[in-house]
Structure formats: C-alpha cells, structure tokens
C-alpha cells in the first residue's frame, strides 16, 4: 500500500511531539492545544498524559522584556514582551566571572522545558551559574500582537516566526541581561534540546561573541535538503523494531495493506473501530494509520533502556514489548488483531484505557507546522524495503501545496542552509567552530540528521548506542543506567573545559 | 571654539566619501548625486572630477538576480532585482574547483567598484578564478520599489537597507550561482574595502559555510560603541599634520576662531568668501569649516607617499605639501591666508579652479546617511588637546533627534555589536574565526577603528605605515612602493594559502 501524501503537519508531527514530550504538567499552551481541538501543536491525544509525571524542584523568578518584531529592518512594526525565567540563586556574580547558563526555548512554553531540563538545574550549583530559559517567540507568553489569536491570525502577523529572529532574541536578551547586571565579562553557555538543540548550536555559530559553547541536544540540524538519506527517519524507527524481532517488522510492514482491504470492505470502518478499541467510529482509514504510525515513531524516540513516563508510561525497552506481543499473540490471531496487541503497550501500558481518542483534525494552524511550511523544511520518505512504513516519496510540490492552503504562505527549503550551513558541515564546523557538543542517542530517529562524529577537538560528538531522544538533558533519576551517567559527567567536564578556557584567556588583556 | 554639534550626516560624509574615493567615471549613482544637490551620497563638489581617471581594462557581464526584501521574516514584500557583474573568462570550471572571487559590494553603484578593485581582477586569472561583484541593495541599480524615488520615500521604504539584508542578499546570490553552475565544491574568497571589507569580514563570520576566507581591507569594524576611545578618529588625521609639521598643526587648530571672528564682523562672510574665493557668497561659517575639515580627513585619507588621482588630482605625500605651504607662507602672511594656501594644494592643486563651490546642503536623504542613523551609528569626538579640529563631545540625544529629523528613525547603537560582535573580538576571532585578513594603512584615519593585530595563524592583521584608506585593492600601478608592492604579494599568498587547505581538506569526503 502506498502511504497517501502526508501534509508537512504529517511530517513534522513527530518532530513537534519529540520536543515535548517530556512535559510534566498541562502550560498555557498545552492547556490551549489540549482545549482546542483545531491545534495540533501538542497532539491533544498526548497532552492530557503529562500531568502525572514528577516535578523537579526548581525556583526562578518570570520576568519580561521588550522585543523588536523584526531585529533585521527598522520596519515600525509593535513590540513584544519576551518572558524568561531567571535564577540567580547559585550565581557567583560578575566579580568573580559567574557564568550564564542559557537554554535555548523552543517551539512550546518555556515553563513546560524548564521543568524538564533538569540537567542544567542540578549543575548550576556546582558552576556558580545563573540560570536563565528565554521563550521562543510565538510561544507560551511571548506572542507578539498581544494575544495569540492575533499573533496566529494569518501569514502576515506569523511572518516574523523564524529562527534567525528568535536567535537575535537571544541575543539581544542576553547583551542587555548582562549590562544591567555589569556581568559583560561573565561567559554564557548555551544548551537546547530537539529544535532548541539546533537553536543552541546555530547560536554558538551566528553568536560567537555572545556564547561561548553549546550543549546540542538531539539536534538534527542536517535534516535539511538532501543532506542525509531523505528515508533516514523512517529506516531508524524500522531498524528499532527489526533489531527486535524481524517477524515483528514483517507483522507491521504487512500491516497497511490489511489494513487497507479491511477499511474498504463494508462496514470496514466500522469493524475496524471495534478491532482498535476506537471512541468515535473511524472517519477514513488514514487517521487510523496516522495513529498507529505515530506510536511506532514515538516508541523509537523514547525507546529508553528502563521505564518512562516521557509521552507516555512505558516499560523500559518498549519496542522489545511491543515486539513480544506482536510475536507472541496466540497462533491464530490475526495481522491486525496482533497490531492491537503491541499498540495497545503504547498507548495503553496502565490499562486504563477504555477506548482510544484519534487526533483526527491534524490540520490546525500552530506554531511549529507554520516553522515547517517556512523554514523548516526537512524531506522524509518511506523506502520500499528497509521501511516497515507505508511506502511514500517525499514531494516537494505536494508539501508546497498544502503550505499554501494551510498558512497562504511559500516554503524556502534551502534557506536553512544558506543561512546556518549544513552541506559541508564538517569542514566549516572544523574549520571554524568551537565548543560545541551534540549528543545524540542512536535509537533515536532523529539521531539520523545529527552530527555523530567528532569533528575538532573542541566540537565533540557524544553517542549512546542505546540512547534516545535528548535524555541527558532531563533530570538525573536513580533508575539512570551508567551511560548516562558518565554522559552527563562527560557533558560537565567539557562545559568546565570551555570555561577555564575562557578564564585563562581572559586573564591577558587584548590590546589593539 | 567649540564645534557646533554635527549631524550624523556630518560624522559620516568622511567615510562615505573615503569608501568612494576611487571613483573613475561619473556612473548612474554618481550622476544622480551630481544632478540632486539635495542627495550627499557623493558631495557633489567632488564628483566632477572624477572622470579624469584612467579606467582599468575589466570585462564582464551585467546579470540581475531576484531577491527577498526581507530575508528574515515571511512577510508578502515586492522583491527587488539585485544587479551582479560576474567574469568567468579566467574560471578553470567546477570540475576543477576553480575559485570564486567575491566583492562585497558599498555603499554605491557596484560598476563603480569594479573598476576601482583593480586587484582582484589582476590576480583572477593565476588563481583560475571567476569574479563576481554584486551590488549593495539600495544601492545603484539594485533598489527595490521600482526605483529610486520610491525606495528612499520614507523610513518605511527604506527599512530593509541594512547590513544584514545584504550579507543575505550575497548568500542567497552565491549559493544560486553555484547550484546553476554545478559548483557548489568551488570555494569563495571574499573581497571588500571600507564598508565593504567590514561586509567581507562580517559576512565571514556570519558565513564561513559560504566563503572560505575574505580580505577586509581599511574595515573599521571596531568603530562601534567604546570599542575605540572616541577622539580616535580625528585625532590621527591631526597626527597626520602633527608628524609633518607641528606649527603647521598650531596654525589649522587656532585658524577656526579666527574664522569665527572674522565671520562674525560686518561684512565677514562676504569677506571670507573672497578670501577663501568661493564661487557663492558664504551663508554660514558653518558652511566654510565643514568644507576645511573634509579636506583635511580626507587627506589623511589619501596621504600616499606617490601623486594619486584619487578623489583629488594630488602629490605624493599631499599632508607635507599642505604642512609646506601654510608653515612657508610669507612671515606677514595672516592665518586664514595660510589656511588658504594649504587647502588650495588639496581643492586645486591642478590651478585649473576659479572659485569654489562648497556643499551647502549637507541633510540630503541617501543610503549612507540611513545607515548611519539605523546600525551604522559609529560615535566620534574631537578633543581639546591632541586634536587640530574644532572640540566637539559626540552626543546621542542629539544624533538620534537628527536622525528622527531626517528620516524619522531611532538608531540602534548597540545593534551592530550585538549581531556582529566586536567588544571581545580578539577572543572570538581567536577561538572561533579563521582565514580573514585585515588590512590597513596607519596614516588612513580609519584605521583607529580597524584590526591591527594578528589575532591567530590565520586571522593576520597586515598594517602599512605609509598606507591609507584600501590602496592594496586598487590596480597596481608602476608607482607603487615597494612596501605596497609585498602586501599584495603576502595577501596572495595568504589566500593561496586558504585555497591549498580547502583543497586538501576536499580529498577526504565527510562520512557521518
């Protein structure tokens, strides 16, 4: 069965779930898109899991500041606040040189990342570091034209949503931060996970005055153009479950066209609802599919070695689960009946669940598909072979088409490369970059369009073979296995490196 | 006396006209300012005279090139035809990965540049390299709106003219024209004088995926904030006349009350016109110490060890024959006679002028003048002591009311520094950057603003004791010193330099 042509939403589903889902607790935004159900920015399906997971202890104080809407014209155009959260609590001060930990905000509510970076929390005692999560525009609290219904209304109030704006963001949050704190001479270290990992590594590159390293956290930032393998992302998660068991692989692969002849026959629909324990009965036979897909790329994301409640409370490797029940049904169930059985670990590991709500209007207007009908425009296939998804071409004209129902707007998709590079990455980051770390684990789909080779010394790649989605920015936990614990203590002993670097240096005045 | 505060049109008339100085031929830029006398883009007083200059012998191609108005946002803007001037006659092709040379087009009509970067085209051909000079947007022909008229209507109109705009418009362009020419493997080496040697260096650092090394030659980009104390300026070019005759210093510093008493009797200003045979009766002493002190900066300017043509037909070392005729004046001769003889060396050193026309109407609205009241806002003072000039404490209340005055714009002075940097540049260039050299000549007043150390093995600052304003870009001549004559060849040998290890570096291939 060939997979119908998936909008840019399809595509960038998993990548807006990926970044999130490590939320704890409902944010405004979260709340906005769990309310309405013609947002697709936190799949409202997921959202309503988040609120039981654990809070880490965190304090700060939300303050705002003035941004322009357009930093590269002197368009008259209105301002907006931009929140950010600020904990000077372990900061050593300007005197003595305290460094400034920044995280890069991406595509959500900073509250909701805050609370789920703790890495940089728990290290900022042992750094004497101020702490400091700045919104990404168009996000959470940051909406410029003073709500977010204005700010989303069309192409023209979302037309100032784009990287390079939120980097000058930054930027200028950051040059004015530290001049009213005196603290011009207090290094800043950048970190981000997801998109807000290629924030942080994009920063460190644009910005090399104003940081002076990053921790890149599952940034995909070669998912552009034809960089990688366009059937990259969907080879990873087939390679997850395949590496599993190959009858497991085979099962889901043979699984569409099942599928497909089922949801024709009369009162196929209908059936099929009954068989996947399905709330509402099935409208067209691809939401079904959207679903089932979606859980298999969200399983390879977070395929972690123990148990998690990331998007959803799961076993520790929950493809092997999955796999176990696809396997092991009895002898005589059916194709899809086996399919029910391994979904069912995903999006119903607690047996809670009495029937499953399907996210059936993934065309809603947000801020992330706006970002991947713009800028972000990262080609995915699905290959007839090594894919155990529907086969499916990337198709630039096709995506084109459905940006320009969608927001009235045309997608640049080779600007991300003329402006932050990407084909020769590893001669212009050898060449000239400094201090930046990407860490990626290999299970993790998105592991496919990141940097996994060291390329200096100073610019290192750090690779778990059994790591998933930017984990090592989460909070430690005692289940952490010791990967990732010496992960972590590598992560902190570079970040040390950097700035006694810095120290050193700055200890010679320069002299013009 | 104390100088009246100048606009920023004042501050900056110098080095518009330093970047212009080469001029040879009226182009169509030129000729509007001649025709416009509301337009001080080129002081009409200079203009004239430029098409005396021999032209090098160039031959390219004119091409035009579409570009965004806004690089950075989505907004639905009329794009605008950027013009390029590209020669491939010397290119050995893609296969071979023959270079691209680059010019960062100014602040001015690009065919202008052109045939005033005579280096680049000498060296083009033993490096099998194609050139390319494309021009500054709102600049030449390359204005958007239409014409003319209408990009420069008003503050809305003109928004987009910024330096960031440009280096965008320059990556897109470049990266075009390899993707069309399959040469996406050649790399790029960057050229650019004044202005355009600060876009070169900038666009290096901004860039270093799309150019492997730039020469900025006489690039001020420290000019900014208190990078550089803020007498610098005006302080060199007062050492100019200082190190060649310190009466000679005496008698310009206390010439400027004497004309302000003079002016200030009955009859002065007609007195003073006659005295100083200006071809129109003087409306303001202003008007007269305006037309002094260009003089003198831009001698400083131009102060080259060898007869030159470049803004004026002039001898070689033009401050000493300045210096000569005011010290050697007969004994009786009163101090504004002095004045006289001296600034007649630079405005008629041929003998050929009647009378003087001076440029009294300094407010016209033109690209330069924007941007120094949008990002270009680089802050100058003239002092008590070591300065020859009127004392004049640079005030940003004042500058900014100019500038809402004018264009109705509020400058931006820190955003420079923001985006590009320059308080640490030192640091940062050392930790990060690469393959830039910085180029400049003692005697240019610019220089005080420049990079005149070498900050790493290859970011070189090369410094000339006897050179001014960007003479190492300019065609060579047989009058060239010896000392002009290595700088070139170090230069050369440094880009070669550039291009072996990209070259090496291009055998290994890239394997993530």
Redesign the interface.
Known sequence: MAKPNPSPSDLVLIFVVAVIFGASSPSPAAARSSSSPSSRWAPPRFVGKFNKLQQPQIRYETRYFEQRL???????LPRFRQRYLISTEHWVGPTRLGPIFVYCGNEGDIAWFAANTGFVWEIAPQFGAMVVFPEHRYYGESVPYGNGEEAYKN??T???L?A??AL?DF??LI?NLKKNLSA?GCPVVLFGGSYGGMLASWMR??????A?GALASSAPI?QFEDI?PVETFYDLVSNGFKRESSSCFNTIKQSWDVLLSEGQKNDGLLQLTKSFHLCRTLRSIDDLTDWLESAYSYLAMVNYPYPSEFIMPLPGHPIREVCSKIDRSPVEASILERIFEGISVFYNYTGKVDCFQLDDDPHGMDGWNWQAC?EMIMPMSSGRDSSMFPTYDFNFSSYQEQCWRDFG?KPRP??I????????????L??????IIFSNGLLDPWSGGG???NISKSIVALVTDEGAHHLDLRASTNEDPEWLVEQRATEIELIKSWLN??YQ??KAV???
Do not use: C
Request: charged letters at 20%; a negative charge; hydrophobic letters at 35%.
């Open positions: 357009d930093h590269f014209s002197f368009s008259e192409a023209t979302l037309s100032y784009t390079e704006q000058a930027s200028v040059t011009e590159l644009k910005y090399p005055h104003i002076i070669l990688v713009t707007v080779r600007w490369t003329t402006e932050f590079g990407g084909h020769d990455i590893k001669a212009t050898q060449n000239f970059g400094s201090n940097v996994l080779k670097d810095y240096e700055n320069f002299e013009m």
